[in-house]
C-alpha cells in the first residue's frame, strides 16, 4: 500500500506503519523481526522529494515513531535518516512537522546518539525565532527546551546558546505571554543544561524580564517560567549573585505608576530569591519590614509589603514576628487605599507561612479592632484562598476550622457590604474543605432576623460551588431550598443575592436545582416585573427625579432566565417562561438588551414555543426599533440608542430564521411595515449580512 500510486492510499499506509510502531514494544514480545521493514518502508518514501504534501508528512511523523520507539533496533541507520531530517527541517514546507518529531526523539527513553546532527538542528531553530509564523515559533521553542533539557551539555549544542538567547529575548514580551512563557522555559533549561550561560542570560535575558515584569498581564504560564528560570539562576552552579538579582527586581518595583499585579509578580520573583538564600535572609527580610513605615514613597512600602507577604508564604518569619506585625498593623492605618490593601495581603500571606504564629493573632485583631475590620478579614480571606486549594493547606486550615466558623458567623450581619462580601467567600471556601459542618450551618442562617446576614449566606452559596470537590453537591441538593426560599425574601439585597447565586448555580451546577426549580420558577418570574413600591422620588431642589431600586433584582431574574433556558430547558414551562419577555422588552436599556438575547437563545432552543408566543412580542420590539432619542439628548444617548435599535434587530433575524415563522401573520405585516422600510432595512440587511457571514 505504501507504493500506491495514488497519494492517499500510501500516506494512510505510513500512518498506519506509525501506529504500529507505537503498539510493537511490548514487553515479552519480540518484535525485532518486524522493526527492519517497516524501516524500510518509511525510508524509501522518506528520501523522496517530488512526491505529495501529505505522503512527506506522513513519512516525517512515521519516521518520528520508528525512531523514538524502536530506534535501538535500528541503531546503525539511524544516522542516516537523521541527516535526512535535518535536510527536511531546512525545508519551508516540510520543517514544521520535523521540529515535532525532532522533539518527540529528544524525549525518547532511549536516549537517542543526536550528537552528529545536534549543532545544525539548534542552528535551523534558532533562526526560525526570527521568522513571524505563530505556530512555527511555539513549535521551536517546545522543541529547544526538550533538545536542551536532554542534550544541552554537548559541546555542539552550547556553542549556539548565545545566538539562541539573543533570539529568545526578543520574544519576551507581554505581546505575547504564551511564547513569553515558552521562551523563558527554554532560557531555564539552557541554564540547567550549561550553567556558564548565566551571565548572558543577566546581560541578554533579564533586560526584557523587567519590561514584563511591569505588565498588569504577567499571570499563569508565563510568570510560572519566569520564577523558575530565577530559581535556576541562584541555584545553579554559575552561583550567581542573589544581591545582583535583587537589586534589579527593587529598581523595577521602586518605580512609580505600577500596578498592583506588577507588585505581585516583583514580590514573588523576590520571595523565590529569598527563599533559597538561608544565610543572608534575615538582613533583606528586615530591610522590607523597615521600609513599611520608613521615611520611603509609596512604591517602596507597596514593594515592601507585598514582598513579606510572598516571603512570609514560603519562608517562617516568626522570628521577625514582634516588628512584623505592629509595621503590618500601622500601614492599616495609612492614607492610601492601596497600601492598607498590600498590608491586609501581607498578614495573611505571613499567616500561610506559620499558622500557629500569625493565624491567632489575625483572629484576635478581627474581634478586637472593629474599624480594621474590612482588611483583616481580608487578610482572613487571603489565608483561606490560598490554603484551601492544596490538600495539605486544608490540613492546616483544619485544627482552626470551628473557630473561623464562628468568627466569620459573627460578621455576616455587618452593614457594610464590601465586608459581608469578603466574609461570604470566606464562608463558601470553607465550605469546600468541611461541606457537611458548614452547609447546613449556613442554611440554619437563612431565616434569621437579620436581613444582613441572609445576604451574606445567600452570597456564600457561589463561593461554595466548585468542580473541584465533587463531595459538595449531595450536601448542596440537601440543603439548596433553604437558599432559593430566599428569592421570596421581603428584603431587596437578600432577593438580589439568591438570584445571583440562583443563575451561578443554574450555570456551574444545574443538577442541585434540577428537581426543585418548577417551585421556584413563580417567584424568579415575579421579580421580572416594575413594581411601583420599588420606585421612589429624590427631591433635588430644582426637581424631583425618580430612583428604581428594582433594576438590579429585574436584571438579575433575567440573567437566571437567560442561564435556564441553556441548562434546566427541560424543567421550564416555555409559555409562562415567554409571559414573562414583553415586560422586559420594555424595560430600561440594559434589561431590553438582555431580553433580545434571551428570544435569540430561545429561536435557537425552542423555535416552535417562541411562535407560540411570538404575537405578544411584536408591540415592544416595534417600539424599540422606532424608538428615537430626545431632542436635547447627548452623543452617548444617542449611541446608546442606536445599539438599542440593532440589539433588537439582532433578535428579530433569529427570530426569522425559524422554520414556521411565515405563519406568524403579525410577526409578517411588522416586517414588512416597519424593518424593512427606509433606514431600518438597510440596518436590517447589515445584521442579515453579518450573521450570514459566521
Do not use: W
Not at 543544561?193 to 548565566?198: I, L, N, Q, V
Not at 452623543?635 to 414556521?660: F, T, Y
Amino acid at each position: 500500500a505504501a507504493d500506491d500510486r495514488y497519494y492517499k492510499i500510501t500516506a494512510e499506509a505510513l500512518r498506519v506503519c506509525s501506529q504500529i510502531s507505537r503498539i510493537l514494544p511490548i514487553e515479552g514480545f519480540d518484535y525485532s523481526p518486524y522493526v527492519f521493514p517497516l524501516y524500510q518502508v518509511m525510508l524509501e518514501r522518506l528520501k523522496l522529494l517530488d512526491i505529495d504534501q501529505e505522503v512527506k508528512e506522513a513519512s516525517i511523523e512515521c519516521c518520528g515513531n520508528i525512531v523514538t520507539l524502536l530506534g535501538d533496533k535500528i541503531e546503525p541507520e539511524i544516522g542516516v535518516v537523521l541527516k535526512i531530517l535535518v535536510d527536511r527541517l531546512g525545508n519551508e514546507v516540510t520543517r514544521l512537522a520535523t521540529i515535532k518529531v525532532f522533539e518527540q526523539i529528544a524525549g525518547s527513553r532511549l536516549k537517542i546518539d543526536l550528537a552528529p546532527v545536534l549543532g545544525d538542528v539548534v542552528k535551523l531553530l534558532s533562526g526560525f525565532l526570527k521568522k513571524h509564523n505563530r505556530q512555527l515559533k511555539q513549535a521551536t521553542l517546545s522543541c529547544l527546551s526538550a533538545l536542551v533539557k536532554n542534550y544541552g551539555k554537548t559541546k555542539s549544542a552550547s556553542a549556539q546558546y548565545e545566538s539562541v538567547l539573543k533570539e529568545l529575548a526578543t520574544l519576551i514580551s507581554e505581546q505575547d505571554l504564551h511564547l513569553s512563557h515558552l521562551a523563558l522555559r527554554a532560557c531555564a533549561a539552557i541554564l540547567h543544561s550549561y550553567s556558564r550561560s548565566a551571565e548572558k542570560i543577566k546581560t541578554i535575558i533579564l533586560p526584557q524580564c523587567y519590561e514584563l515584569l511591569k505588565s498588569s498581564l504577567l499571570q499563569g504560564l508565563a510568570l510560572e517560567s519566569l520564577l523558575a528560570l530565577y530559581k535556576e539562576l541562584v541555584t545553579s552552579k554559575a552561583k550567581v549573585s542573589p544581591d545582583t538579582l535583587l537589586a534589579g527586581l527593587t529598581a523595577v518595583g521602586n518605580q512609580d505608576n505600577l500596578s498592583k499585579q506588577s507588585y505581585h509578580s516583583i514580590a514573588h520573583c523576590v520571595a523565590v530569591l529569598v527563599a533559597k538564600q538561608e544565610s543572608g535572609r534575615e538582613p533583606i527580610v528586615n530591610k522590607f519590614v523597615t521600609d513599611i513605615i520608613g521615611d520611603k514613597k509609596e512604591s517602596e512600602k507597596l514593594l515592601a509589603l507585598y514582598c513579606i507577604g510572598e516571603i512570609g508564604r514560603r519562608v517562617d518569619l516568626s522570628a521577625n514576628k514582634d516588628m512584623l506585625k505592629k509595621n503590618i498593623l500601622k500601614s492599616f492605618d495609612s492614607q492610601s487605599e492601596e497600601i492598607k490593601t498590600a498590608a491586609s495581603v501581607a498578614f495573611g500571606c505571613v499567616a500561610v507561612g506559620n499558622m500557629a504564629t500569625f493565624f491567632p493573632d489575625i483572629i484576635v485583631e478581627v474581634s478586637s479592632n472593629p474599624k480594621r475590620q474590612y482588611l483583616l478579614l481580608g487578610s482572613l480571606r487571603e489565608v483561606i484562598v490560598r490554603l484551601s486549594s492544596s490538600s495539605k493547606g486544608k490540613g492546616k486550615l483544619a485544627k482552626f476550622l470551628e473557630h473561623l466558623m464562628n468568627l466569620l458567623i459573627e460578621h455576616t450581619g455587618t452593614e457594610e457590604e464590601g465586608t459581608r462580601n469578603v466574609v461570604s467567600e470566606c464562608l463558601g471556601k470553607l465550605a469546600l474543605i468541611e461541606p457537611t459542618a458548614i452547609i447546613p450551618e449556613l442554611s440554619k442562617r437563612t431565616t434569621v432576623k437579620s436581613g444582613n446576614t441572609r445576604a451574606c449566606v445567600a452570597t456564600a452559596l457561589k463561593s461554595a460551588i466548585s468542580d473541584k470537590n465533587p463531595s459538595v453537591d449531595p450536601v448542596l441538593i440537601e440543603n439548596i431550598s433553604f437558599f432559593l426560599n430566599l428569592i421570596s425574601d421581603p428584603i431587596i439585597v437578600v432577593r438580589k443575592a439568591a438570584l445571583l447565586s440562583l443563575n451561578y448555580c443554574a450555570h456551574h451546577k444545574p443538577q442541585i436545582i434540577y428537581d426543585l426549580l418548577p417551585k421556584y420558577l413563580p417567584a424568579l418570574y415575579g421579580e421580572t416585573k416594575i413594581k411601583k413600591e420599588l420606585i421612589r422620588e429624590v427631591d433635588l431642589g430644582p426637581f424631583k427625579h425618580k430612583v428604581d431600586d428594582g433594576i438590579e433584582l429585574r436584571q438579575a431574574a433575567f440573567e437566571a432566565m437567560y442561564t435556564l433556558l441553556d441548562t434546566c430547558l427541560s424543567r421550564l414551562i416555555l409559555p409562562e417562561f415567554i409571559e414573562q419577555l414583553p415586560s422586559g422588552l420594555g424595560d430600561v436599556y440594559d434589561i431590553q438588551m438582555l431580553n433580545h438575547l434571551i428570544l435569540a437563545r430561545l429561536a435557537k432552543k425552542a423555535p416552535a414555543a417562541l411562535i407560540a408566543g411570538l404575537e405578544t412580542l411584536v408591540d415592544p420590539l416595534r417600539t424599540a426599533v422606532t424608538s428615537k432619542p430626545k431632542e436635547a439628548a447627548v452623543k452617548q444617548q444617542v449611541e446608546r440608542n442606536e445599539e438599542l435599535i440593532r440589539s433588537s434587530l439582532r433578535a428579530i433575524v433569529s427570530i426569522s430564521k425559524m422554520d414556521g415563522v411565515e405563519n406568524s401573520v403579525k410577526f409578517q405585516d411588522f416586517l414588512r411595515s416597519t424593518v424593512t422600510q427606509g433606514t431600518l432595512n438597510e440596518k436590517y440587511e447589515t445584521i442579515l449580512k453579518e450573521q450570514a457571514d459566521k
